[in-house]
Every structure is written in C-alpha cells, then in structure tokens.
C-alpha cells in the first residue's frame, strides 16, 4: 500500500522531444506529489509538485497530470534538453498523517541526445 | 542561505567500525529526515526527527542504526558495526514544517572494505 511504481526505468528521447515518466500508487491517503531530479553525485532537487485538488500543474516546460481515480500521476518534460539528462524521481506523501515522509518510485533515467 | 549540509561527502569504514554521518538543516528548518539510497535504486526513508524528538522511525532497521537530532547542533544517523551491506548514499533532508518542501543535502557515500 505504500509502495509508487514508476515507470519506464530508463528513456530516450531526442532534443526536442517529449519525455514522459509515469508513476502509479495504491494509498488513496496520499495527499501531496512531487518530482525530483537528481544529477550523478548530487541530491535529488525538487522540480515540481502536485496536490489532488487540481489535475494539472505546469512549471516552465514541465507539466504534471495527475489522474486521482485512476490513482496515476505522470511528468511531461517539453521540448527535452540535452541538460535535463537525469534520473527522475517520483515520490507521494501522506502529510496529514505521516508529515513530509516521502515514498519514492524507483526512478527513471533519462538520456536526452543531441 | 547555506542549503542543507552534510558530512562528511564520502566516508570509508572497514567492517565492524561505526560510521556517524552528520546533517545540518537549512537554517530555521526543524524537520529532519533520513533517507538511503542502494546503487541502481530509489530513496528509501528510514527516520523523521523534529527537535529532540523521533517521529516515524519505521524505515530504521531495528539493529545497529541510530538517528538524533538534539536541541543544539546537527542531526546525527549512527551505524554500528557496519557490514558490507549498509554501502550505499544516505541522505538528509529538511524542512519547514510538515506540508512544505523537503530540501536535500548532497548525500554521503558509505563504502564499508
């Protein structure tokens, strides 16, 4: 019940292209969602975060979707960078309850090419 | 405005030493939480401490890990008697309060030889 399943584990995309990571969870008590980017070496970064009362939030050239019966959220990167290579996280959280503890997804690599 | 700090960035033990990992909060931030992260997987929490207090320990395992984080001074993650196992990147995160944004520090890397 705790566990967000992430997906694809790794993702190509050319310069240009849409890069998209989906993530699924099965805890309906889950009230806050974030995505995080992390470079070799680095901590993750947040990039953007979504809360259940709205389906859509978009930051820049990244969107999230976010589908509550469905129980799915997703990331779109647009027009995907050779500097947005990375392994992107997704992560829920139960705040009301259990504060900013986070559960990640499994993490996503992304190699955008020239 | 320092970010959140950890030392030390890499740190070697051979089996059965301790290692004591350090984390400082960004300044005004008294949420602290501990996460590790195994090669080729994601984050996997392990403890949240609020000042002084152990909130969710629920991803500690029960043996051989500590974590404090006293009034004064950084957060501390202890690993006794370190196996070859506990090799991975531990993480500290803080922030505001509950419902705001977790702020990652750069990580330790463990290797226990």
Same mark, same amino acid.
């Given at each position: ?114 | ?26 300044? =005004? ?9 195994? &090669?080729? @997987? !994601? ?6 401490? %609020? ?7 629920? =991803? ?9 984080? &006293?009034? @004064? !001074? ?6 006794? %008697? ?32």
């Amino acid at each position: 019940q705790q566990q967000v399943k992430q997906s694809p584990q790794s993702l190509i995309v050319q310069k240009g292209g849409i890069s998209i990571i989906n993530c699924a969870y099965e805890n309906t008590a889950f009230d806050y969602f974030p995505w995080y980017q992390q470079f070799p070496g680095k901590g993750p970064a947040l990039l953007i975060a979504i809360r259940p009362d709205v389906s859509e939030k978009k930051e820049g050239r990244f969107t999230i979707s976010f589908n509550k019966s469905a129980k799915q959220f997703s990331l779109h990167i647009m027009d995907s960078q050779p500097g947005d290579s990375a392994t992107y996280f997704c992560a829920a959280a139960d705040v009301i309850i259990q504060g900013g503890k986070l559960i990640f997804g499994q993490g996503t690599e992304l190699s955008v090419k020239p | 405005n320092a970010g959140v700090m950890q030392n030390p960035r890499h740190l070697v033990r051979r089996r059965g030493q301790e290692a004591r990992l350090r984390c400082s909060p960004m300044k =005004g931030h008294s949420h602290v939480y501990w996460y590790r992260q195994l &090669p080729e @997987e !994601g984050l996997k929490f392990m403890v949240y401490l %609020q000042k002084e207090n152990i909130i969710d320990e629920s =991803g500690m395992p029960k043996e051989r890990f500590s974590a404090e984080f &006293p009034k @004064e !001074g950084p957060s501390i993650l202890r690993i006794q %008697q370190v196996v070859r196992g506990d090799s991975a990147a531990y993480f500290c995160a803080s922030s505001l309060n509950p419902e705001t944004e977790a702020f990652f520090g750069q990580g330790t890397r463990l290797t226990v030889v």
